[in-house]
């Protein structure tokens, strides 16, 4: 799935089949952005070049950023899913271990 692609000299976010522009982000498609990249093991985005330019600034410096961002959280998701999934099975373990309290 593409999240962040460039067309026309200009950046674009997509989220549920619509594509938007990036200077119309907000933090909860930025949210939903990370939700779609963490369930999903195919995320494209397009990389700022000579091929694909973004000429505003304002737009270029908010699609790096994000672009960045969205790298990173890539580069983390492994030991995030398995942090998360550590930190599940302590607290069903812990939840087994109660008594019940009925």
Excluded: C, R, W
């Amino acid at each position: 799935m593409k999240v962040l692609e460039i067309k026309g000299n200009h950046g674009y976010f997509n989220l549920n089949g619509n594509s938007n522009p990036i200077i119309d982000i907000n933090k909860d498609n930025i949210f939903e952005i990370l939700n779609v990249v963490f369930d999903n093991d195919e995320i494209n985005l397009d990389k700022i070049s000579e091929e694909k330019q973004i000429l505003n600034d304002a737009e270029k410096i908010i699609y790096n950023s994000i672009y960045d961002y969205i790298i990173s959280f890539i580069s983390k998701k492994e030991t995030i899913k398995k942090e998360i999934s550590t930190e599940f099975i302590g607290l069903e373990t812990l939840l087994k271990n109660e008594p019940d309290s009925n």
